[in-house]
């Protein structure tokens, strides 16, 4: 006996065809606000849907202000004569509308060159407010100067709408001083790209909008010439080969420096960073610096600590930022604090720091005295969250001995009401680290401890959870209010750093 499904039957009763492309039959508008929201690889894959979607996607993408073609699963298994088509195919079925933003990101580009050539000055054409191409290749750190896009000297010489500009793995040398096209940035990201010393400062220097600047891997800068009277962030990740950084920028507020710390062994009297503050004059040790918000200093992901070349880079890099409101510092860089607190050269005043993190890149006896250091050479009076991201690797063991960390002179952190620590698994280094934090903080409101991403099974995690839990308990803690949390990275709901991303993870990722 033949069993037919209740949509077969309910298919005879009504004279519907059980095949009936139920898709077909929405409104052009509800099929274009569905597909505006897909992925462009996904919303490709839906022409398999419906007869009408599979011509229906184009025209969605291209209908959109924002040409975005930065989606790497699509670019994975497709020839570069595809790509090209289907970019070119958005791009022409557009037709004269309006182009707000472009991104494209490709890697290899290879034969797709003048393609990219081509689509960049079709979005400038249409008045593109935002501009980002990427072809920089992913776990390459550098590229060869001869696999760089070469933009030609024409692409920005017109005026235009341009706001936003980004590029990854494209040469700027034919690209000619006070470009009209490039006059009207405020935001300006070069990664992997062969721009100098003297072509970055004329870049700078005609684009007196800049707000933002980031330069990412771009080895030839050696001697960096920042100036720009509306510059508010920079950005300095893995310019290796930079020595020495001069920014005169006045309304500076927030500064992010990674990298192996500028400094010269050749000259022990140079400054490897100067900056320029709102009196307008030279900057010298503690002096009139920019009114930062926000700085971020990390020597994490380019190998071992050198003293010798290192120490007097960080102290100066330390002192220009030490004024800020929120601060992140590695432990590399901590090394150093060690170094001035036994040799008694140099104090380092936090006065106005409210949030602290330290990214920790090892967990050890060493690192708990760094870690103590920090506090007892800058005693910050003001300080009210601080986060300490932990090694993601375990490099020690579950215990609940009750050891402390002594210091030379007690501290008191009187303002601290939030800690977050992250990777927090229970060690005896993390347990001498959190009572040194507990026993020292009578305001503390809120302890979040976020244990790492689950490893094994789930029992084993929840195992760990309850370990975590039974030694946070049995800690004295100086606030006995303190609401404290252990909790998966899934579960934390809690408030973040300002400094989420974390550079030395790119770099971990590209070695």
């Known amino acids: 006996m033949e069993i037919e499904s209740s949509t077969k039957k309910r298919a005879k ?8 492309d139920r898709l077909s039959g929405l409104p052009d508008d509800v099929l274009h606000s569905i597909l505006g929201g897909l992925s462009l690889k996904s919303a490709v894959r839906t022409g398999a849907l419906s007869t009408r979607w599979a011509r229906l996607w184009i025209h969605a993408i291209a209908a959109s202000a924002v040409l975005d073609f930065t989606d790497r699963d699509f670019v994975r298994g497709q020839s570069p004569a595809q790509i090209a088509a289907t970019v070119a195919r958005c791009i022409a079925i557009h037709g004269a509308a309006p182009i707000d933003v472009f991104r ?3 890697s290899p580009v290879g034969a797709l060159g003048q393609d990219v050539l081509e689509w960049i000055a079709a979005a400038l054409g249409r008045g593109a ?4 191409v990427d072809l920089a290749r992913p776990g390459i750190l550098h590229n060869d100067d001869a696999s760089l ?3 030609p000297d024409d692409l920005f010489q017109v005026e235009n709408s341009l706001a936003v500009l980004s590029l990854g793995r494209c040469s700027l040398r034919a690209v000619r001083p006070g470009a009209a096209g490039l006059a009207g940035l405020t935001s300006l990201s070069l990664d992997r790209v062969d721009v100098t ?3 970055l400062r004329d870049v700078v220097s005609g684009c007196r909008l800049l707000e933002f600047l980031s330069l990412r891997s771009c080895h030839l800068l050696r001697s960096v010439r920042v100036n720009g009277e509306r510059l508010r962030g920079l950005e300095i990740v893995c310019c290796l080969a930079m020595r020495d950084l001069h920014v005169a920028a006045p309304a500076l507020e927030s500064f992010a420096l990674h990298g192996d710390i500028l400094y010269s062994r050749d000259d022990y009297l140079t400054e490897p960073i100067v900056f320029v503050g709102k009196g307008n004059s030279r900057s010298t040790w503690n002096a009139d610096t920019p009114e930062l918000r926000d700085a971020y200093l990390s020597h994490l992901g380019f190998g071992e600590y050198d003293p ?3 120490d007097f880079a960080y102290s100066c890099a330390l002192l220009k930022v030490a004024h800020a409101r929120i601060l992140t510092l590695c432990s590399k860089g901590l090394l150093h604090i060690d170094v001035e607190r036994n040799c008694l050269e140099l104090d380092v005043d936090t006065p106005n720091l409210e949030e602290l993190q330290l990214l920790m890149g090892s967990m050890g006896d060493d690192d708990l005295a760094l870690f103590a250091g920090f506090f007892e ?3 910050p009076p003001l300080l009210e969250r601080l986060f300490v991201q932990l090694p993601a690797a375990c490099n020690g063991t579950t215990t609940g001995e009750d050891e402390d960390i002594v210091l030379d002179e007690e501290i008191v952190l009187d303002h601290l009401t939030f800690v977050k620590m992250m990777n927090f698994r229970g060690t005896t280094h993390e347990l001498m680290l959190l009572r040194f934090v507990l026993r020292r903080a009578p305001v503390l409101e809120q302890l979040v401890l976020v244990t790492p991403e689950e490893e094994g099974t789930p029992t084993n995690h929840g195992k760990l959870l309850k370990i975590v839990q039974e030694h946070v308990s049995q800690i004295r803690k100086a606030s006995p209010d303190a609401h404290i949390t252990v909790c998966r990275p899934q579960e934390d709901d809690s408030r973040s750093p300002a400094h989420t991303k974390y550079y030395h993870d790119d770099q971990e990722n590209s070695s």
């Open 13 to 20: 009763a009504t004279g519907e065809s059980s095949s009936e």
């Open 377 to 379: 050479l800058t005693v």
């Open 308 to 310: 010798v070349i290192h």
């Open 149 to 151: 896009l070469q933009l």
């Open 197 to 199: 010393d003297d072509a």
């Open 129 to 132: 407010r935002e501009v980002r």
């Open 104 to 106: 494209v990101a490709l």
